[in-house]
């Protein structure tokens, strides 16, 4: 049974750091490229960003130079690291995992992230 659960969601004031954490269980990890979605109140689940299984990644241009994605394949655990947040940054965070051989997608439960002004 695939779990991908994500933890470290929470609230901080504009211009503070939250650090999410995603433990995946049930799948062979270095297949699989990771990523991190968020999904605001009634809008769709945009990319944030995503790191393949040989550390390359890609951001979306609203995070970049703010986030940083990163995964340690011993612990099978995914990280986004999320400084100089905005209010806009306010959302739930989905964990994400595609398989390169099975082309299957997991989806972690999400965790809420608030920045406040």
């Known amino acids: 049974q695939v779990q991908l659960v994500e933890s470290g969601g929470g609230s901080v004031q504009a211009g503070g750091s939250l650090r999410l954490s995603c433990a995946a269980s049930?799948?062979?990890?270095?297949?699989?490229?990771m990523a991190w979605y968020r999904q605001a109140p009634g809008k769709q689940r945009d990319l944030v960003a995503t790191i393949n299984s040989g550390g390359s990644t890609n951001y979306a241009d609203s995070v970049k130079g703010r986030f940083t994605i990163s995964r340690d394949n011993a612990k099978n655990t995914v990280y986004l690291q999320m400084n100089s947040l905005k209010p806009k940054d306010t959302a739930v965070y989905y964990c994400?995992?595609?398989?390169?051989?099975?082309?299957?997608?997991?989806w972690g439960q999400g965790t809420q992230v608030t920045v406040s002004s």
């Open positions: 994400n995992a595609y398989n390169y051989f099975s082309h299957n997608n997991y």
């Open positions: 049930g799948i062979l990890f270095t297949t699989n490229r």
